[in-house]
Structures are given as structure tokens and as C-alpha cells.
Nanobody
Framework: VQLVESGGGLVQAGGSLRLSCAAS????????IGWFRQTPGKEREGISC????????FYADAVTGRFTISRGRPENTVYLQMNSLQVADTGGYYC??????????????????????WGQGAQVAVSS
């Protein structure tokens, strides 16, 4: 299974973008979903996840207070609202189904469902 990310683009520092993570052929309801990013020169890292059960959300320190993860159930989509964007946020953004999302330990690379694959990602470029 591969999720499809969209909504990336070029934005000035301080601006906002909303990324979408969509599924086709199955529902995202009942699955924990994580957002990951890969910034230039760095390894891919988890930045947020949303619980399968009560939509509890967790965030990495680098994005806390600026990014918000949410579900759009009618659209079968998980969103990542990104505000106050910084140049350091530039990179590729990816979503994956996770084994669980109960704490900040659960949006790591090792927490993704192994039988899914990475999508193309949404490219975000923030200019100064």
C-alpha cells in the first residue's frame, strides 16, 4: 500500500502550507498515521503522528506549536497544517501508516507498517 502526499510548494518564511495524505481503495480510519520529512543533508525523520483511536496527536520539538496533524474523514485524508514555516523546514514530506501512535516514541522510521512503501512525497521549499 502506498499513500499519496500532495500540497507541497514554494513559500516564503513565515508562510503556511497544508499537506494532504490520501488513500485509495481502503480507509485510513482505524490506522495511526505518521508524517516524516527529509531535509537536505539529513536522514528521514518522523515529525508527527495521529492516533487511530481518539485522534491524539504528537509532535517533534522542531515543529511543536507550528504544525498540526488532523483527519478529514469524509475525504479519507490526513492533513498536516504547517504554519510559521522556516527555511529549515525545506525538504520532502512523506506519510505512512504506523503500528501505533501513543507517544512521541511512535513516529520513528521503525514504527511504520513494514508492508507499506514510501510514496513520492510532497516537496516543500521555504525561502528567506
Amino acid at each position: 500500500v502506498q499513500l499519496v502526499e500532495s500540497g507541497g510548494g514554494l513559500v516564503q518564511a513565515g508562510g503556511s502550507l497544508r499537506l494532504s495524505c490520501a488513500a485509495s481503495g481502503f480507509t485510513l480510519d482505524g490506522f495511526a498515521i505518521g508524517w516524516f520529512r527529509q531535509t537536505p543533508g539529513k536522514e528521514r525523520e518522523g515529525i508527527s503522528c495521529i492516533s487511530a483511536y481518539d485522534d491524539s496527536a504528537f509532535y517533534a520539538d522542531a515543529v511543536t506549536g507550528r504544525f498540526t496533524i488532523s483527519r478529514g474523514r469524509p475525504e479519507n485524508t490526513v492533513y498536516l497544517q504547517m504554519n510559521s514555516l522556516q527555511v529549515a523546514d525545506t525538504g520532502g514530506y512523506y506519510c505512512r501508516r504506523l503500528k501505533k501512535c501513543f507517544s512521541d516514541d511512535d513516529y520513528t522510521i521503525s514504527s511504520v507498517l513494514g508492508y507499506d512503501s514510501w510514496g513520492q512525497g510532497a516537496q516543500v521549499a521555504v525561502s528567506s
